[in-house]
């Protein structure tokens, strides 16, 4: 009945297995595929059956937006709201794991018999097998809730070193399946990642912050869950730049000075490890290629600017602030401002409900990036990095233990460069919420990188932010 266990050693079947891409195969010295005959795979212990796994995978999509996730984390945090917390995770959760394990299965034989990726996929069938108790019957007893939180726990921690296995399996796979396949999957599967991850986690910094394990701290006001009510980019800079500054000082011996200038008490409500994942990736490229091009001496320069015409009240808030001259680009006369702005008034949201759009230049004067890798660097595994010191990043990533903040986001970021996953990762968690990431290449001189986040409604239901299937 559970047909779940992939063979135990790949059948020896090299002869029916030719190399599917024929312009990338392997040359004569390589055995094909390499070590096939070592991947084994540990059984799987899951105990969810087939049909079951069909069941919720056929179930239609239900969008997640962060208006959903500040619901359940709104005070008093007391059981009721807990209770409703892990309800709501686990409406949520088992569908998007089945929707993994069938992606998973859909990939080719060659991939889903690698060890690290068929190891991903026992993590999957593992998880959704321990979630089956909770999610046949409602969870009511605050008993119960303790359980499922452990449960959620060890679902975050098994799926934490996702990142680095699934990059060295399809390293491993990458002479014999479609490039572009393998991008598809990896883009559709990390983005899902995301978001389950955020329903996981949510609930438990909820459940945190509701027992005795916050009751010495002071309640936080600007905090539910995993999102910051005021979060400031600027200081997530700064935290990201004295983690990126110690691997520089590590490989390189230097580390690049930051300057941060523009809109620096620029707040908005977001989500601190997603800020974190991004800004640490893009600090480490733009560090990386300002230390080898020999142009250290150069600071990185950020600069933060808050988007004066998304969310109505913002934009009301900031034509009042524009002085008479400026006024002009609006065609509005002063009067005719002054009428207009009254007139949007009844309809607007309070100020501190806006959703802000806030958008980060991180310009460095690194030499850019050559013409020919243009093209590829929102691939997948593709980096410029030394191939071997590239190999040892994936090894060492693959120790991570996940536990820090930024190892939360599932890909230890501890090297400098390697895994050729920061851009395209990094546009992932921009674009998951409605932000995004665009580059500009002056080959020669320096790169900059456009990083826009789109805020979150600080007030529930008022802004419910873009919502995202997967
Ligand atoms: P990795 O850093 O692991 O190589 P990324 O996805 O972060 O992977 O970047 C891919 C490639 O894009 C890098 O290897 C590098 O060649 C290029 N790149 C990215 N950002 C910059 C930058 N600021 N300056 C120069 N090259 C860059
Ligand atoms: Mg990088």
Not at 447 to 462: H, N, P
């Amino acid at each position: 009945m559970f047909k779940h266990a992939l063979p135990h050693r790949v059948p020896a079947a090299r002869r029916y297995l030719q190399p599917r891409w024929s312009s990338q195969s392997s040359t004569a010295q390589e055995p094909f595929p390499p070590n096939i005959n070592e991947w084994s795979h540990p059984p799987s212990n899951a105990t969810i059956s087939d049909e079951e796994i069909s069941r919720l995978a056929a179930k239609p999509r239900q969008p997640l937006t962060l208006a959903d996730l500040v619901k359940h984390g709104k005070p008093p945090l007391n059981d009721a709201a807990l209770l409703s917390s892990a309800n709501f995770t686990l409406s949520r959760l088992p569908a998007r794991l089945a929707h993994r394990i069938q992606a998973l299965r859909n990939l080719p034989f060659i991939v889903v018999a690698n060890p690290n990726v068929s190891a991903i996929y026992n993590n999957y069938l593992h998880s959704l097998s321990t979630l089956e108790p909770f999610y046949k019957k409602q969870i009511t007893t605050i008993e119960e809730e303790m359980k499922f939180t452990e449960v959620m726990a060890d679902l975050v921690r098994t799926h934490s070193n996702t990142i680095p296995t699934l990059a060295q399996g399809f390293l491993q796979c990458r002479k014999y399946i479609d490039p572009m396949e393998v991008t598809r999957f990896l883009d559709q599967h990390l983005r899902a990642r995301i978001g389950t991850r955020l329903v996981a986690e949510q609930h438990l910094a909820l459940h945190m912050a509701s027992t005795g394990e916050s009751a010495l701290r002071k309640p936080d006001p600007t905090h539910v869950g995993v999102i910051d009510l005021a979060l400031q980019p600027a200081s997530i800079v700064r935290t990201c730049e004295s983690f990126v500054g110690e691997i520089c000082e590590l490989k390189y011996g230097v580390r690049p000075q930051v300057v941060i200038n523009g809109e620096v008490e620029a707040e908005f409500a977001h989500i601190p490890m997603h800020i974190e994942y991004i800004i640490t990736e893009l600090l480490k490229n733009a560090c990386r290629a300002t230390i080898e091009s020999g142009n250290e001496a150069h600071p990185i320069e950020i600069t933060i600017a808050t988007a004066p015409d998304v969310g109505s009240a913002t934009k009301l808030d900031s034509l009042r602030k524009l002085s008479v001259s400026e006024k002009t680009n609006y065609d509005f006369s002063q009067d005719g401002l002054e009428e207009y702005v009254s007139s949007q008034e009844a309809d607007v949201e309070p100020l501190n409900t806006a959703a802000p759009c806030i958008t980060l230049r991180i310009r460095d004067r690194g030499g850019g990036i050559a013409p020919d890798a243009l093209p590829n660097i929102w691939s997948y595994s593709f980096t410029t990095f030394n191939k071997e010191e590239a190999d040892a990043a994936v090894a060492e990533n693959g120790n991570s233990d996940g536990l820090n903040a930024i190892a939360s986001s599932g890909s230890n970021q501890s090297t400098i460069a390697g895994l050729g996953y920061g851009l395209p990762l990094g546009r992932a968690y921009a674009e998951y919420f409605g932000g995004g990431i665009s580059l500009q290449s002056m080959y020669g001189w320096g790169t900059d990188v456009y990083l826009t986040l789109q805020g979150i409604g600080k007030t529930e239901g008022l802004k419910e932010g873009p919502s995202v299937f997967d």
